[in-house]
């Protein structure tokens, strides 16, 4: 019966504009909450019979939420360096505890502080993962969120980190005397033939001691230098005399570093064995590149040391966190060194509106979102990342305020077909009086 059938058409439209004004409540109650994506509702028909007649049946309507997922929200300044937001597509990769085998979710809510045992953490408790640097600052991406641990910078705290870079930069004067006799490697090393400039630096190995370099320069003709690096005391390392590297520089003309016509074991990784058992990295001597004037250069004023920078040593208090735009997670020390220590990934999908909702602002992957591509952000597609900013909401108040007058009218409407089909009925019982 039509009547019915209308009835039923009534019912729904309650159940959708409920479904549709519960949309907009959780949009305006988490109008404020970072990061968080809006709902929007779209009605789709109900039919009962699609063929037109002389009486006609129908069917209803039924709401159909879409998540506003892949919609950014306003970004926002934070005077907290840990707050995090993501400049374009992806998410963050999360997990709901420390542990690997906890559950992975991925969020835009960045508002990440560090908790009692210094794990970075959002407001809904989620643990920030990411790629942990070597030595060297590399990282191995396989694709596998496996490989991802949580970001926790508090364990460095009093640890150790070995020297891996000598860099310098100084004159050596071109006008100086030339050395006259007879050189042999390992002479500046001995002392039995005195450079004619040299600079000590301290190095450091794994366990955090201290050992001093002697970087030695003896002119031995124009527009070329003797170099021997080597340990003082000899007796710090295994090598002989304590030399660790020697070779020829070469200049030129215009005063700037040869490179080409210089010795390789210059601009080579040196790897130390010290005697007192700790170990070591790799140390490469940052002396200048071919022809420029960034490193060593040769004129006429008096040799001299213009700046040196040497990594490692033992790490304090951490003072800072520090991420670049390009998701590198670096800790402040109290005495100004820096040290990179995690690489952020960022999370893409295919179809990130098809991601299922967590709690706690979060999602998970589904079959309409398809599986997560993990790379470093601003590649292939992934946004960047703005360290002390976070994203707001992408709610539009306004637009809500009048969703809710819309859903309101359209519930009344379909309370009236119920109570005017009702009326409709009583006529149709009173027919028997």
Known sequence: MSLYSALYAGVSGLGAQSSAMATVADNITNINTVGYKGVATEFSTLVTDGRMKSSYSAGGVA?????????????????????????GAGFFVVRSGEDPGSDVAFTRAGAFKPDLQGFLR?????????????????????GNLGALEPVRLSELTGSATPTTKIQMRANLQSDATAFSGTYAAGDMASGTTPPTFSRTLDVYDAQGGAHRVTVGFLKTGANSWQTEAYAVSASDVSATGGL?????????????????GSSPALFAPITPSWTNGAGAQPISLALGSNGGLDGLTQFGGTSALI??????????????????????????????????????????????????????????????????????????????????????SNVDLAQEFTNMIRFQRAYSASSKIITTVDDMLQELSNLKR
Not at 123 to 138: E, F, I, M, N
Not at 354 to 380: D, E, K
């Open 63 to 87: 709401a159909a939420p879409q998540a506003l997922i892949s919609k950014q929200g306003l970004l926002q300044a934070s005077a907290n360096q840990t707050d995090l937001a993501i400049d």
């Open 307 to 392: 700046s040196s920078s040497v990594d490692g040593g033992l790490l304090g208090n951490i003072a800072s966190i520090e991420v670049s735009d390009k998701g590198v997670v670096s800790a402040i020390f109290e005495d100004g060194t820096a040290r990179a220590v995690y690489q952020l990934p960022v999370a893409t999908f295919q179809n990130p509106d098809g991601l299922t909702r967590l709690t706690g602002n979060a999602y998970s992957v589904s079959g309409l979102s398809g599986s997560a591509a993990i790379n470093q952000p601003g590649a292939l597609g992934s946004g960047s990342i703005s360290s002390s900013t976070l994203e707001a």
């Open 122 to 142: 959002n407001t809904s408790g989620y643990y920030l993962q990411g790629w942990r640097l070597d030595a060297q600052g590399k990282y191995t991406d396989t």
């Open 244 to 260: 660790l590297v020697n070779g020829t520089l070469a200049f030129n003309p215009d005063g700037s570093l040869n490179v080409t």
